[in-house]
Each structure stands twice: as structure tokens, then as C-alpha cells.
């Protein structure tokens, strides 16, 4: 919650915000604002509707799926920047300050550079995108460098989106200045903020020192943090983007409840987000590079427009390096290998003591060692692997 309140004194603004949580539910090397229809992606990872393929979806395509967050009001996808690292936490929060707008159906935005390798190419005057140990007031000189020693608690990455958006072509969006002032043509909605916290000590218990050692998909070098970047579809429903604008509604830990026709207090989906593509594009990281370098060509792309018609002729994308557990279940449920380890599993950390609240915490969480078993490849991966699993065991051997 700290980072929350100095968010908002920062801005020095009193104004409504609300705070969801969302589980990860996939690992994809899809991206379907930047290169809809290919499986040329680095890899992402997603979270909250599940109604997500390389084709870009609607508002009302997210709306009919499952969404893996704590509000039924809300069935927009969300996705980042892959890491091996397990997240603990993933959170949006929604601020509503100046906004006179509600968020729009069928809005899509990135916000990040993903091709960032420098502080300034990381740099849009106001994503506020910043590295830094959870609770810890020390930044980098590049506060989009990871920090350069150990978290006591998560790892913590903040990125702001754009709040302007032109009413009559959405893929118009971009900042505010600093007076609250967007640009001509465009009005102000409410802005979406990513807060994600790494669970860096269940792969680098020894802690570092020096350059972080971890590594983002979009980058080739251990503890940037410049290229990491968040993408949003909208899918909140009409109504409660509407009470968004208006007042917030009710509570939910400090912030507060987007209230609408689908739900007028937290709740988890009864349903279990999935991966509507598994035949399609990879879920595991190394075979995501093969296929980025390869131009996407290990599996035919879907073709756009309609839903994916399941391919016969599809290669596997399962990586070699999968261990074990992770073939239990494939063949019923080919998507369950995909899903990164939900952050329920760290929960019991001690360090871990803020309240939770995804969805879909229990059918999520059966997947979690063999989602992380998937990454290995290199010694450190394979190493960090080992750790984490032992970590898991730990966990597990609590919970019996
Ligand atoms: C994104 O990063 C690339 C590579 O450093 C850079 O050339 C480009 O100008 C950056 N884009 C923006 C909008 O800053």
C-alpha cells in the first residue's frame, strides 16, 4: 500500500483509485496490438481475460471470457514483459484524477518502449517507469536499471499509461502534460498503472550484488529494466467504466470497487482462464527465441478474423528441458504447461503479508511446478530452476 499512497501524493491529487489484483493465467510470444496474427512476439505474459489470441480482440470478445483478476466488472487483458522469475504480485490500479471520459470500448494501449536499452529510449516524460527494491527509497541513477543489490522483500517494477485518448480513433492515445492539459483532440480517461513484484527470492535466495541477475525477455542484458513495457485491452464493461469516471464506488482495501451489472464486490471467476490458442506460438522462452529468429515459423499463425481452427500438423513448442511434472497433464489440458506460476504459491512467504485476492486461485495453482520447469536451459536457468522448485516443495510440504 505504500507505493500506492506515494503514488498519489506524488501526483498531489486527490482523486478516486481503485486497486485490482489479476493471476497470470499464460506465457505467449504473442502480441496483439504490435504484430496481430504472428507468433513473432518476444514473450509476454498475461493476465485477467483470457479471451486473448494473436488476433486482437474486442471488448465484447474479452468480455465473454474468464478473467483470472478480483473484479467481474473487469475482463481486460493485461500483459507484460516476460521474466523467469516467478511474480508474486500483479497489480492495476486505475486513477481517475482529471479524467472527464470513461475508458473507451475497444481501447488498446502499449506504454514502455520495448526496444529501450538506455534510460533515455526507456523515457516518456510521465510512464514513471522505475526499477526499485519494494519498500526501499533508493534508486538507481537509471530508475528504469533494476537495483543493484538484494530486495528485502520483491522486486518492484511501476509503469503508468497514457491517460489522453482521441474519442474518434482510439489507436490515438498519449500522455497528459504536467498541468493535466492532453493534447488537442484528445480527452483525459482514467489512468491505468502496472505494479508488479518479482518473487526474486525463490530464484536468487543468495540475493546479488552488482548487476541484477535477471533478465527481460525484451533484452539481452541481465538487470536492464529499460525495455520493459506493459500492453492493455480495454474490457471493462460499459457501466462500471462509467462508474469509474463517476465515483469509484465501493471499498476494496483503501481503494475502491468498481461497481457494475456484473458484481458489486470483489469475487474470483468460477472459471479457469485458459489459452484459446494452445496449438498456436510457444509458451516457453527459448522457444520463443527460436521462433522470433525464425520470423514466427515453427507453427502456422492462426488465421485472423475468426477463432482458431485447431491444427493437426502444429510442432510441438514443448521444450526439451522439461522436467518431468510437466507431462502429466498435457494432452487433456495443453494449456496448463503455459501458466507462469500463480503468485498464490508465494503468498506464504513471510515477507508476503499483504492480502490477496486473484481469481481463479485454485485452479491455477496445480500448474505451478511445471510452468517454471519449462524455463530452463542455460546453468543459472537450470540452477534458479532447482532453487525454485525446492523453494515450491517447501511450500507444498507446508500446505500438507
Ligand atoms: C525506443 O528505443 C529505441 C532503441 O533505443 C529508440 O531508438 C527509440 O527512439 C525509442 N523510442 C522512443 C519513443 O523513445
Known sequence: MRSLISILAGAGLASAWTELHHAPFMNKNIDAIVVPGTYTSHMHTFFGSDAITNVLPTSAELQAGCYTGDNPND????????????????????????????IPQDLAMISGNASATSQSAADHPYNDLEWFCEGSEERETDIAKMPTS???QHLQVNLRFPQCVNPDDHSEYDFADESETCPEGMV??????????????????????????????????????????????????????ENMLINGGGGYDDGQFIAGEHGDSAIEASCTAVDRDPEGGASDYYTSLEMMADGGELVDPVESESAPEPSTT????????????????????????SSPAPSRTSSRRPSGTASTGYGNKETCTSTTKRSIGQKSKTEA????????????DALDALED
Do not use: M
Open 188 to 241: 483525459a480517461i482514467p489512468q491505468l498503472r502496472y505494479r508488479v513484484l518479482y518473487d526474486t527470492k525463490s530464484v536468487a535466495p543468495e540475493g546479488w550484488s552488482g548487476v541484477a541477475p535477471f533478465q527481460l525477455s525484451c533484452s539481452d542484458t541481465p538487470g536492464d529494466g529499460y525495455c520493459f513495457h506493459g500492453d492493455f485491452i480495454n474490457g471493462w464493461f460499459e457501466d462500471a467504466a
Open 75 to 102: 475482463l481486460s487483458v493485461y500483459y507484460t514483459t516476460f521474466t523467469e522469475v516467478p511474480i508474486f504480485r500483479f497489480s492495476t490500479y486505475y486513477t481517475n484524477s482529471f479524467a472527464t471520459a470513461a
Open 150 to 152: 538484494t530486495c528485502d
Open 381 to 392: 536457468a537450470t540452477r534458479a530452476l532447482k532453487q525454485a522448485l525446492d523453494a515450491l
Open 314 to 337: 502444429v510442432e510441438t513448442t514443448t521444450p526439451v528441458a522439461t522436467p518431468a511434472p510437466a507431462t502429466t497433464d498435457t494432452v487433456s489440458t495443453p494449456t496448463q504447461t
